[in-house]
């Protein structure tokens, strides 16, 4: 027997919460006819929803006991979110997917395909499009991939996504990776391992509103950069390097003006722009290392990346207490 761990994180996802499970169940249906090994899990994480998501959970788990769930006490965030599904799959094989049917359920067949014969570790999608978007999110979607791939040894590929049907041993891998600051897009392209990335076309969100405002994003692509790359702190030591060739040619070329026609006091503004210059730098590079300090501070902590309120583990022992 083979199991699959279906990892769905959700945030305010009530209204496609029932579209999701009709379809996920059409597919895992369809392909344990196929295979006879396959067993599925569904394991939904509620990360800390304002609506009524929870409680579609517990109906769900009401009426298949295949559904397991885990609900944060308040937001974390999806990468927290993927994190404790991850951790609690059980499954020979992960997947992590999106609940507003973005990640089409229907590549499930294909996926397990190219990974079952272990010929890959990992099946994902990488979108070719970003149809539905608008045009300045996708461009700086697209220069924030050259940048990042530019500055940082980790390879991460336009469009790929979180949606992945992985093996064991790649998830475990991925769990040894236990920082606080997650980017997963990094984190995959970090462990390694053998990829298929899948084109397709976007797809819009079934139902709800994205939990992603345009400078949210802004925001993780820096978190992004930061946790993958140390360029930002470089191009700091770049900074004061050119500042010093720049500022000892000045001194040189002054020391000489001052020798040949000798000392004026004038070219105060020159020295007032000199020293804003300088002083913006100097405040800029400090801004950067004081950036990298600050996640050193938050990873020290060692806090943890999520906490749990209602499992359905609690719920169901609950359930059968008051039934007795
Ligand atoms: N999500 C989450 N926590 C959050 C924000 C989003 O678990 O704080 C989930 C959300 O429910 C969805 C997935 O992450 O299943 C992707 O979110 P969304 O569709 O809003 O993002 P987009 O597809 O626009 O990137
Ligand atoms: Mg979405």
Redesign the pocket.
């Known amino acids: 027997m083979k199991l699959i761990s279906v990892v ?6 009530e209204e496609v919460l029932p579209l999701f499970y009709d379809e996920i169940i059409k597919v895992t249906n369809q392909m344990k006819q196929e295979h006879n090994e396959l067993e599925f899990e569904f394991l939904f ?1 509620d ?1 800390g929803s304002k609506d009524k998501t929870l409680e579609g959970f517990r109906k769900l788990a009401d009426t298949d006991k295949r559904v397991r769930y885990i609900s944060f006490s308040r ?1 974390f ?2 990468e927290a ?1 993927m994190f404790a599904g991850l951790k609690n799959a059980k499954g020979d094989y992960v997947v992590v997917m ?3 049917l ?1 990640h089409p359920p229907s590549f499930l067949p294909k996926m397990y395909n190219y990974v079952k014969d272990g010929e890959y570790d990992c099946a994902t999608t990488r979108r070719v499009s970003r149809k539905g978007e608008s045009k300045v999110r996708s461009w700086f979607a697209r220069k924030f991939y050259s940048l990042m791939n530019k500055i940082s040894q980790t390879e991460i590929v336009d469009g790929a996504q979180d949606f992945r049907f992985m093996t064991r041993q790649m998830v475990d891998s991925i769990l040894e990776m236990n920082e606080y600051n997650r980017f997963s897009k990094g984190i995959f392209s970090w462990v390694g391992f053998k990829v298929k990335y899948m084109e397709y076309e976007n797809v819009e ?1 079934a139902a709800g ?4 405002s345009f400078w949210g994003l802004f925001k993780y692509s820096l978190e992004g950069i930061m946790a993958f790359s140390t360029a930002p702190l470089a191009i700091a030591s770049l900074l004061g390097v050119v500042s010093c060739v720049f500022s000892f040619i000045c001194a040189l070329v002054v020391i000489f003006k001052t020798l040949i026609f000798g000392e004026d006091v004038s070219g105060f503004p020159t020295i007032m722009c000199a020293i804003f210059l300088v002083g913006g730098l100097q405040l800029f590079c400090i801004g950067i290392l004081g950036q990298y300090l600050a996640k050193a501070y938050l990873e020290t902590k060692a806090r943890p990346i999520y906490i749990a309120r209602e499992t359905d583990e609690i719920y169901r022992s609950k359930k059968s207490e008051s039934a007795e």
């Open positions: 769905v994180p959700c945030y305010n996802e994480i990360d937001n965030g999806k979110g999106d609940a507003d973005q969100r509103t994205t939990a992603w």
